[in-house]
């Protein structure tokens, strides 16, 4: 690992990006510069050309550090799915697919599989839905005009 930089503000500029902030945000935090300023000077900082200055590297490095740190068991999970869900000022579509984490983290729905000639599943994106269908509308679907 490549440890701090000695450039002071290219290690904040590192961990600024780490944590999720847009180049062009955390050098505009870090330098203290204009909107255009900030625009070529991010891209140079993080260009292959400037690699030397080792900013890359240790975003990797900081980045793999929290991933391992911050890693969520399923139960974790299946409880911040269920919160937003649960939260109505969170958009329908977000709450929805929420909801449909949450459930399948409890196993509440298996997706849909296909099986091939060989007998190999192959799964798909549509979730299986049953429904109970009366004989009577099969029979009559069944039986030509």
């Known amino acids: 690992m490549s440890g701090i930089l000695k450039n002071s503000k290219h290690e904040l500029f590192a ?14 935090k870090v330098f203290k510069c204009s909107e255009r300023a900030a625009l070529s000077n991010a891209y140079m900082l993080r260009s292959e050309a400037m ?3 080792g900013v890359n590297k240790r975003i ?14 399923i139960q974790e999970r ?8 649960r939260n109505a ?3 329908p579509n977000v709450r929805l697919t929420a909801t449909v984490v949450e459930a399948k983290h409890a196993g509440e729905f298996l997706d849909r599989q296909d099986l ?5 599943a192959l ?8 429904l109970n269908v009366p004989k009577h509308f099969i029979q009559r679907r069944g039986q030509k005009g």
């Open 15 to 28: 961990q600024c990006v780490a944590k999720g902030m847009s180049d062009l945000a955390a050098y505009k």
């Open 51 to 53: 690699e030397k200055n």
């Open 60 to 73: 990797v490095e900081l980045l793999s550090r929290t991933a391992t740190s911050t890693t969520l068991t």
């Open 78 to 85: 299946r409880e911040i799915a269920a919160e937003i869900a």
């Open 89 to 91: 000022e969170v958009e």
């Open 116 to 120: 091939t000639s060989n007998g190999e």
């Open 123 to 130: 799964p798909t994106v549509m979730p299986t839905i049953t």
